[in-house]
C-alpha cells in the first residue's frame, strides 16, 4: 500500500492510553477542521463541536461512562452534535457525523497524537449537554478523546474482506 492516505486509514489504531502533555488549541481547531471537511448531504453541514481541555469538567465527563478512566486520561475531548435546526435526514445527517468523526480521527494521527471514538457515553447524552450547558438542539454524536500516545502498540484485526462482500456481479 502506496497511498499515504490508504496507509493512514489502515495504521489508524483507537488510543486510549495517553500522556500528561496537553494538546494545545490550535491543534485542536486543526482537528476539528479536518472534520467540517467531511462530506454531508446537501453540504449541509449539520456538526457542531465542544473542545473541552478543563479537568473539572473532563472529570464530570468520565463519570458518564463506563469507558470514564480514557476520558479521564486525554487531555482533550471534542464531542461532536448534531444540530437539529440544520439537519434535513435524520439517517444521513447521522452518516454525515460519522464521515466528520472519521476525519477527526485520521487528522488526530496525522498530527502525531492518538484519539479514539466514545459511543458508550450516549446512553447518558442528556447528561453531558447539561455539564456542558449544550443547547438542547444539539444532539450528541459521539466523544473524542485526544492526547499524546503514551503507547503505539495497539492491535486491531480485520476479518477478510470476502467476508463483506456479499455480491459482484
Ligand atoms: C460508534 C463507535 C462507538 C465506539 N465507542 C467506544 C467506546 O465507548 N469506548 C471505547 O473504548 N471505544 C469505542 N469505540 C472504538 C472501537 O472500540 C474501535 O474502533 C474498534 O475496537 C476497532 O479498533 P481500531 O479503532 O483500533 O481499529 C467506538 C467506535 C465506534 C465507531
Not at 497524537?113 to 443547547?135: D, F, H, P, R, T
Not at 466523544?143 to 474482506?161: E, Y
Amino acid at each position: 500500500m502506496s497511498s499515504p492516505i490508504l496507509l493512514a486509514i489502515e495504521q489508524r489504531r483507537s488510543i486510549r492510553d495517553f500522556t500528561d502533555q496537553a494538546v494545545d488549541t490550535a491543534t485542536l481547531h486543526d482537528i476539528v477542521q479536518a472534520g467540517i471537511w467531511a462530506p454531508s448531504g446537501l453540504n449541509n453541514q449539520p456538526w457542531r463541536f465542544a473542545i473541552v481541555t478543563n479537568a473539572t469538567t473532563r472529570t464530570q465527563l468520565a463519570e458518564q461512562t463506563h469507558y470514564g478512566h480514557i476520558i479521564l486520561a486525554a487531555p482533550a475531548l471534542i464531542a461532536v452534535y448534531l444540530d437539529q435546526e440544520a439537519i434535513y435526514d435524520k439517517f444521513k445527517d447521522t452518516q454525515s457525523a460519522g464521515a466528520c468523526i472519521q476525519n477527526m480521527l485520521l487528522a488526530a494521527e496525522a498530527l502525531g497524537l492518538g484519539a479514539v471514538w466514545l459511543g458508550q457515553i450516549l446512553k447518558n447524552q442528556e447528561k453531558v449537554g447539561q455539564i456542558l450547558g449544550m443547547s438542547e438542539n444539539l444532539q450528541l454524536m459521539a466523544v473524542i478523546a485526544i492526547g499524546h500516545p503514551s503507547r503505539r502498540d495497539q492491535q486491531s484485526l480485520r476479518k477478510p474482506l470476502a467476508e463483506f462482500i456479499v455480491k459482484e456481479l
